[in-house]
């Protein structure tokens, strides 16, 4: 007999563990459909929690063959273990893994592993180390995405990889190519770079980091040059092949490269496959995005989706907002999320962070805006720590003054946008911001200053 459930959520990501909770809190009998060992998907197993854990320890390395000595440090004899990296890379995620196993008992969600698929009428099948058939009055598929590649590019889990495979490599290698100047490419790129590797990375589009700010993206790919990292813009890479030397990667008009290793960063896709949508009725686009309504309800009668599953911005955080605002409706009828105020970080060094419109979306749109903006250099607490690259830019409403969008490029940007976020979500202006003391000597001050430049009146520069 099939067990029954107020909730099946199928994928225990972000958006999945954190709407299971959420559900339960609120009466909910739920269950959690996940085929992998640990729980947090993607985020956690193989993406933005590794991928950091790597930047961290990375930074450290970097500083102490580099500035250190500038400071009066001298470390003599610091080398590299690749294996203590991995292992505390591992022992990061299986800690935070941990977390959450205890955070489905604390909440008596019942957890079920295995593959789910929708059989239809409210009917779910889990096979796996798991097996079972369960009933759900209500469904929600979280499963989240995979990495995508490009025609006559296929990761061989060797030598031709994704960042799954980056984030694990047993030694350095001397030369790195990347295939995509996105937010995952460049991370990753710069973890290898640190330690190493001379990195090549590879775009089709005449910029890196579609989707951020210009004037943003055109600084960090200034200041990640200066720091080695070699970009080929407007290459369009058409064949990559591994060998016993090494990878070959074929470039239309160009000479071919060859190199140690291939990242492929190309972006991610929605994770659909063999979950049984056709039969339950459940629509997607031409891309393969799962269609949802503003209660994030499908084309099928009480089945549901969130995350990157239903595209917009593939971030953890959405994610998690979403799949508290599909409890709250589901259960309430009422639930919040703005997706304006959703902040995006990318964690090179320096970090670059961003919420609400870029420049570029206002003049598009013809939107009349004022901008102020100030620089790091300027910063006391950014010239102490020897961090002085990158800025802050607040554009504002030309008319209302209303905080439109903030862009951020330095140490700490990752940080620093939280308050520009809360900001806007409470339909700051930059007035507000400016008038607002903040503590001296502290990075956030750059916030406050590019605030007071939006009306020219900016005290230190």
Known sequence: MADAFDLIVVGAGPGGYVAAIRASQLGLKVALIERETQLGGTCLRVGCIPSKALLETSELYEQ?????????????GAALDIAQMMKHKQGVVNMLDGGIQGLMKKNK?????GHGRLKGNGVVEVTGSQPATLTGKKILIATGSVSSSLPGIQPDG??????TEALSWPEVPKHLVVIGAGV????????????GSQVTVLEYL?????????????????????????????????LVKANTHGCTVEIEGSEPVTCDRVLIAVGRKPCTDNLGLDEAGVKMDKRGFIQVNAAYRTTAENVYAIGDVIGGAMLAHKAEEEGIAFAEKLVTGHGHINYVTIPAVIYTAPEIAAVGATEDSL???????????FTFAANGRARAAGHTEGFVKILADAETDRVLGVHIIGAHAGELIAEA????????????????????PTLAEAVREAALAVDKRAIHS
């Open 64 to 76: 102490s063959q580099k500035s250190f000595a500038e400071r009066g440090i001298i470390i003599q």
């Open 109 to 113: 969600i019942e957890r079920f592993a």
């Open 158 to 163: 060797n030598l031709i990889g994704t960042s």
């Open 184 to 195: 995952i490419g460049l991370e990753l790129g710069t973890v290898w770079r640190r330690l």
């Open 206 to 238: 005449p910029r890196i980091l579609p989707g951020i700010d210009s004037q943003v993206a055109a600084e960090a790919q200034k200041i990640l040059e200066k720091q080695g990292m070699k970009f080929r813009l407007g290459t369009k890479v058409t």
């Open 363 to 373: 003049k598009e749109a013809g939107i009349k805006y004022r901008a102020g903006r």
């Open 421 to 440: 976020a809360v900001a806007m979500e409470f339909g700051a202006s930059s007035e507000d911001i400016a008038r607002c003391c903040h503590a001296h």
